[in-house]
């Protein structure tokens, strides 16, 4: 029986990379893989499908992905990103440009914001000494670690609803993280020179980032009362609606891309594939075959190799957290399991962000990749002693 589970689980979980990576509808390929798994208990199916439809958990993350995507959507499609960036460029150097504008890009999850950054950090790239790859390597980098302590990012919420652990202790968890990982960016950013900017008049710019500052600052303190889905709940809209009165132009197509169904079937998918996970008893049984390593190496290894192969953080959580539940024992674990994935996600092939950078500054990809492999691969060893040790 066992032997049988695991090729279910090997068959489903590469069904699912397969969709992922052929850039399929994420719901559709986390819906396949959970079938596949559920031929293990065909009697249970149905009970599990209805188990988690009428879970309020598997609602309330629902609704909040929901409402993060269309915060995203208003902010981009209202200006309010125009005026950020327009505010930073009367205030910052060329190097803080640098490290500013994918930041914020990244902050506003926004699809193809790697692509919406890159022109704007080259427009002093040449003058400044900067090459295209170091560019590149500096625009996915920034983009992307804010997530590690970011309290809007989906994945983080989804880690935090799997773990029962509240999202802000995971976040102070990875601080640490953030900051190595921070610090390794500037190595690249000091090397360009601080070239003049061209000065805008950005007055008031920064109160475009209200919308976002306000549910996730909101949120911590309403969640040492309450749960964190209630704490969100009430937070993000507050955000909405700080977003639309800030506007200054108002377009149906913002709802229309702001309420994402796929994201909302993807949240119910990954729900449904974990509840899957756990009555087969498939935790269990890789808990009894890999008892001999040492956990930490294992969480670590796995999650970047799920990451990588994914290209898809939310993903990489989803069927990561319910296989090595037996392991996630502790905060530290848990941490580990988010960054080993990120890293793994960040620098993955497939990952739409290479892609559209790579696109935009066409450097030798074997630079690109000699930039960033090393970094990421440094902070998951890193990342590993460090989290073993507390």
Known sequence: MNEYLLLLLVISFGVIIFLVAKRKN??????????????????????????TALDYRVISLMAIVIMIKMLAVM??????????????????????????????LGLLPVPGGALLSAPLIDTHGKDAGVKKEELMAINLWYRHI???????????????????FNIFLIIAAQIPMFLLAFFIGYLFVRKAKNVEMERENGKGGWKS?????????????????????????????LGLLMAWKMAERWDR?????????????SIFAIMFLKNIIFESGLPEMIS??????????MIALLSFIIGLLTAHNLAAIGILYPVLSPF???????????????????????????????????????????????????????????????
């Open 26 to 51: 994420f719901a559709v390929a986390i819906f396949a893989g959970a079938f596949i798994l559920s031929i293990s208990i065909p009697d249970k199916i149905v009970d599990i499908l209805i188990k």
């Open 75 to 104: 902010l981009k499609e209202t200006g309010q990103i125009e005026k950020i960036i327009s505010f930073l460029q009367s205030k910052l150097s060329y190097r803080g440009m640098l490290i500013a504008i994918p930041s914020i």
């Open 146 to 164: 804010w997530f590690i302590i970011f309290p809007l990012a989906t994945p983080l919420v989804l880690l935090s609803d799997l773990s029962s």
């Open 209 to 237: 980032l209200l919308p976002v500052i306000l549910p996730a600052s909101l949120a911590i303190p309403l969640s040492m009362f309450m749960s964190t889905y209630l704490a969100f709940l009430i937070s993000l809209p």
């Open 253 to 265: 197509k913002i709802i229309k891309e702001g309420v994402s169904i796929t994201l909302a079937l």
């Open 288 to 297: 009894s075959h890999m008892s001999g390593m040492p956990p930490s190496i």
């Open 328 to 390: 996630l024992d502790s905060l530290s674990m848990i941490s580990l399991l988010y960054i080993s994935s990120f890293m793994g996600y960040l620098i993955s092939p497939i990952h739409p962000c290479i892609v559209l950078t790579y696109e935009y500054f066409k450097p030798k990809f074997t630079d690109a990749y000699k930039l960033l492999i090393p970094p990421s691969i440094a902070v998951v060893i890193i990342a590993t002693l460090f989290y073993s040790l507390i």
